[in-house]
């Protein structure tokens, strides 16, 4: 049997921001206001006070644009669900730690709470995509009757077509 330890795992490279920028498609511009506004904090500082971020920050601003971009969530609707992420995850912690069955209901109760946040905010986003495509649906039917109407079928405003039949300007 070997006593032989696993090699050590080398320390992740710290990016700047002009690096994470590359990397994730923003401008520094947006990576400067999510740290503002709190939806980010660089993994350290350096000597000269410049951002740096590892591969987790790069993970959470990838997150936050398929969010934004992708999905259409506000920058506030991003805010809500990370830091419901963020308290369910300090909610394990806490919960790992305790045997305390009162202090574990607690947790598991907050916890439930916030999922069911999470999935309050999902839900009304998909029933707002959901009449958008209804939307969508609509008017590309009604141009579909257009076309059918250039190919010799019925007009698809009929109405309109007998007021212009009887106008006689």
Request: proline share 7%; aromatic share 4%; glycine share 6%.
């Amino acid at each position: 049997m070997s006593d032989a330890q696993p090699p050590a795992r080398a320390p992740q490279p710290l990016l700047r921001i002009t690096e994470v920028a590359a990397e994730t498609g923003l401008t520094t511009r947006a990576i400067r206001y999510y740290e503002e506004i709190g939806l980010l904090e660089p993994a350290a500082r350096s000597d000269g006070d410049y951002r740096l971020y590892d591969a987790s920050d790069l993970d959470r601003l990838q997150f936050i644009r398929s969010l934004r971009d992708d999905a259409g969530f506000s920058l506030a609707q991003i805010g809500q669900l990370l830091e419901d992420d963020a308290a369910r995850e300090r909610n394990r912690e806490r919960y790992r730690q305790t045997g305390d069955p009162d202090e574990r209901r607690t947790l598991l109760l907050d916890a439930r709470s916030r999922v069911d946040h999470q999935i309050e905010i999902l839900e009304a986003k998909a029933a707002r995509l959901a009449q958008m495509i209804g939307e969508a649906r609509v008017r590309a039917r009604h141009l579909d009757a257009h076309l059918v109407e250039l190919d010799g079928g019925p007009p698809p405003h009929p109405d309109r077509a007998a007021a212009a039949r009887d106008d006689p300007t």
